[in-house]
């Protein structure tokens, strides 16, 4: 197919189909008689290439390509999302999705499950963490070259729906029929308490049930003792804005703004504390970077600009718009930008769009070419506005939250080996190997934390299973990296006890900028 005549076609339909879709969004509004000339030529050239062009046109994943790029031509974050992706983009948000209630790897082309959630169908139904899956639904899934995504369609699906597992265990085959169920997927990956008197919390993303789950972690961490909280916003894509402005208000006095948000459309909208929030007088530290956006930028926002606590990182990804779904006919989703935000000293955070969508989504490499990750770039405010926050400090807008603190990206002991066994899968399958008989050996994290040091056994584990994958011992770099392995090995053995809270509770203990907020803390 001639590429460049075979793009005409989606191009005309996706334009077509799009404004009449944007348009019919108006409460089925008559069509505006002076653009229905140009659907009806855009009708007459479709109909021409239809009969007339020279190759057959793949015409649906064209079509639903130009669209993509026709909106990223508005903006980067307004998309096209075929109904065959909708439904797992929409279970983060939502923060739940239909299944039995595992977590697995694939270790040494075995599927092996990791965890199994407390109350869930799995649960009930007596699977076990070091368990091997053989089969699913009576189809084999021991061959080479598994993927995580194949075993996901399988174990997924509507619940109250069954599916048939074989496992293998003790060396025995065991099968069950689980009757799949609501499994939830957690905002909060970690609340833990870093010393007597400091809550850490790790907040993955915004879902519907966030502000709730934070609510209930916060009351946690104070009956524990909490009187000082570092809150993890880092990684944090963002996600529902009205969560974000709920967890907003759980730190700030009554009246103080949180956003405004406003749009050529969109009802112009300010949002205020309520006041008598759960940490309203709680000492305060969010910890942000690059891929910080968005719901995260909205709460680190309010939090610097009322001057209620310290900003500690690298800049966040600067994402300053907010989108609505619109679905279509087909059960496909528009996504679309209808306003912007603005924090509460009136600047919109909203990095340039650059030159393509391309560009846009790959700028963290061009800080981390910029060194921006070792050192604060002030020149990306050069031409920006100055706002002023509630005490009168200077900030700027079009480009992020630049943090009150910041800390650099510590490389120090990474090194070309310990990356390559990292990615390898090598580290979750000595852990897996680790705890298959001493998954009872510790009653909690702080336990394990304080009773646990990685002995050099594993270590040399982890070099002859990576040299099985044929990646060569290096001494040089096995010696910079064997502390950051240490600790490396000792947080995915957490993760395989305790799931996520365990592996981010051990990597807090050595982490920079949680070591860094805690200094501050303690002023």
Known sequence: MNR???????????????????LGSKLNQPVPQQNSGNYSKMQEIIGLLDREYVDSIESTKLFEKTISDMLHELD?????????????????????????????????????????????????MGVLAGDKILMIDGKNVTEKKIKNEDVLGKLKGEPNTKVKIQLYRNKKK?????????????????????????????????SVSCAQEFNDAATQLKAKGMKKLIFDLRDNGGGVLDQ??????????????????????YLNTTRYANGGGLLENTPLVVLINENSASASEIVAGAIQDNDRGMIIGRRSFGKGLVQQDFSLSDKSDLRLTIARYYTPSGRCIQKPFG????????????????????????????????FQTFKGRTVYDGGGIMPDIFVPLDTSNSTIYYLTLRYSGVFQQVAF???????????????????FNTPKLLLQKLVSEGEKLKIPYNASDFGRSEELMKQVMKAEIARQLFIEEGYFFIVASHDKEVQKALQFLKR
Request: charged content about 25%.
């Open 244 to 265: 974000a402005v709920k967890i907003s208000d759980e730190f700030l006095p009554k009246g103080r703004k949180i956003v405004i948000v406003k749009g050529k459309k």
């Open 4 to 22: 460049k005549y075979a793009f005409v076609y989606p191009v005309l339909l996706m334009i077509f189909l799009v404004i009449g879709l944007l």
């Open 433 to 451: 190997d680790f705890v298959s008989n001493k998954r009872n050996s510790w009653s909690s994290i702080s336990e394990f934390n304080a009773a």
């Open 76 to 124: 980067p974050h307004s998309n096209y999302i075929p109904y065959k992706d909708l439904k797992v983009m929409n279970e983060q948000i939502d923060g739940k999705f239909g299944g039995i209630g595992i977590r697995f790897a694939i270790i040494r082309d075995t599927l092996c499950v990791t965890n199994v959630i407390p109350n869930s169908p799995s649960f009930g």
């Open 174 to 206: 065991i099968d069950k029929t689980i009757t799949r169920g609501i499994i939830p997927i957690p905002s909060i990956v970690c609340a833990q308490m870093l010393d007597e008197k400091t809550g850490y919390i790790r907040l993955d993303n915004f």
């Open 355 to 386: 030159d393509s969508y391309e560009d846009y989504y790959h700028s963290a490499e061009k800080r981390r070419d910029n060194g921006e990750y070792f050192a604060p770039d002030s020149s990306v405010f050069k031409n920006a506005n100055k």
